[in-house]
């Protein structure tokens, strides 16, 4: 459980501040003008993008934000600006351009469906006059703060020479440093402590083609080279986060139950984990924490936000069946640490429709030892193993139904085709498989003290409930 209710950190954000603006409408004839919809407007919104979505999302979780960032001499700055204050955010370092516009995202929705979207912003290098102050105030606000969060859409304030001066400068006073970064150069980031950058970003910025486990890893580690980092990030979306350290990854999963929305997923998962690591978190314990607060968001509609007792309720909802079970392999392994008189069971599979052979299989597994640890492919891994219509069902959804079952202590995901690489970390006592790897090779087996190999329940198999269900259908 995460225990950050009473902290209230100082967190300065830098970066590029919009405005969504939802238009939503109704269509029911084709203008006579030309052939396009014409929309009956029935409610309009403002809501904060962009940089204010990472601090709307740091507001939420009570900390004590500071903005900094530029704005037009317009309605929209003006609304901006109040918006934000209004949330108790301090604006002191906001500064006006009277030469842009505040950059604002108008989306068209019909029938819940986003038709257009038309932007008012620029993109041009902001005056290097106001890029000087900002420079010169920002010297006294990174010392009060516990973290900068950078903050970059590519609209002309985060210049390299700008962003590496806020790097430099926070950095010689000992602060975290996150980046959401932006564009193909990451050298721009050089010196942060972290950059939280998505699969897509990451392949543009290194040119690696992520294809499988080997080529992320080969990209997280790219990038944690390049920008000089301790340890790598990246988002993965469906597959949660993963953590890049040693030429080996961490994967975080991800605890999503629905998905109405992802706007905005990329700006909160930042913003908790600045808020984690400022509280006193390590780097697997934010993690889970901003895999969290996503999965909140992304169940709403539109930028939205997640605060701390919505965390903690969806987390306690989401775990319910037993919130310990179901792990990342870092945790695992610091379970296991203090397990070292039990004698260790693992096995592993795909588990996508669980049924009879399962539970029997997995009974008899639990009875040879003291702790069970289930293995499971990740959705990837199934689709690359069983074909591109599995699995039936979500990795979530799998290894919930896992964590529901008296026999299973442990459950932890794999993104490789095999287990080996997490047997070699494990070490079982006790090594499981199936009976259909009679005078087969057992992958991992020379890692664990023995191997036993229990027969399937005849006729129980996930493909035959499959093949069984589409003769129905037919």
């Known amino acids: 459980m995460f225990n950050l209710e009473s902290k ?6 830098i970066g590029d501040l919009m405005i969504d603006h939802y238009v939503w409408g109704q269509c029911e004839r084709i203008s006579p003008e030309a052939p396009v919809q014409v929309v009956d407007v029935k409610s309009e919104s403002n809501r904060l993008g962009g940089a204010c979505n990472v601090v709307s999302n740091l507001a939420a979780l009570n900390a004590q934000v ?79 703060v516990d973290c900068v969060i950078i903050s970059d859409y590519g609209k002309g304030l985060l210049s390299v020479d700008l962003t590496q001066y806020i790097i430099k400068h926070a950095k010689s006073c000992s602060k975290i440093i996150l980046c959401d970064p932006k564009g193909k150069d990451y050298s721009k980031y050089k010196g942060a402590t972290l950059l939280t950058p998505n699969k897509k970003e990451a392949q543009e910025a290194t040119g690696i083609d992520i294809v499988d486990e080997h080529t992320l890893i080969e990209a997280g580690m790219a990038i944690k080279m390049q920008c000089e980092l301790e340890i790598s990030l ?99 392994l610091h379970i296991l640490q203090g397990l070292k008189q039990s004698k260790v069971v693992f096995t592993n599979g795909c588990f996508d429709i669980l049924h009879r052979g399962h539970l029997t299989y997995l009974a008899k597994a639990r009875s040879l030892g003291d702790v069970l640890i289930v293995g499971i492919n990740s959705d990837d891994s199934v689709m690359r193993l069983k074909g591109e219509n599995r699995p039936i069902n979500s990795l979530e959804d799998r290894a919930y139904m896992l964590c529901g079952l008296e026999c299973v202590d442990y459950v932890v995901s794999f993104s490789s085709d095999t287990p080996l690489e997490l047997i070699k970390a494990i070490k079982p006592d006790v090594l499981v498989k199936g009976g259909d790897y009679h005078n087969k090779v057992v992958v991992g087996s020379e890692f664990a003290k023995e191997v036993v190999l229990i027969d399937f329940v005849e006729g129980k198999s996930t493909t035959k409930i499959i093949h069984k269900i589409q003769q129905r259908g037919e």
Not at 8 to 13: E, M, Y
Not at 287 to 294: G, L, P, Q, S
Not at 318 to 331: A, G, I
């Open 8 to 13: 209230t950190p100082k967190i300065l954000v």
């Open 66 to 144: 500071f903005v900094c960032g530029v704005i037009g001499s317009d309605d929209a700055g003006l609304w901006l600006g109040d918006k934000l204050e209004s949330m108790g955010v301090d604006i002191s370092y906001l500064f006006v351009d009277t030469a842009r516009p505040t950059t604002k995202k108008t989306r068209i929705i019909i029938s819940n469906q986003q038709v257009l979207r038309v932007d008012r912003e620029s993109k041009m290098p902001v005056d290097s006059e106001i890029i000087d102050d900002i420079k010169q105030r920002l010297q006294a606000a990174i010392n009060e």
């Open 234 to 332: 990246i988002t993965l979306s469906e597959d949660g986060i993963g953590l890049f350290e040693n030429h080996t990854m961490r994967q975080i999963p991800t605890v999503a139950k629905e998905v109405f929305d992802v706007t905005g997923a990329g700006d909160t998962v930042i913003a908790a984990l600045g808020f984690a690591l400022s509280g006193g978190c390590d780097i697997l314990q934010a993690c889970e924490f901003a895999n969290v607060a996503a999965a909140v968001v992304v169940g709403k509609v539109g930028s939205a936000s997640a605060t701390h007792s919505e965390i903690l309720q969806y987390h306690t909802q989401y775990f319910s069946c037993n919130e310990s079970k179901f792990v990342s392999q870092e945790m695992l």
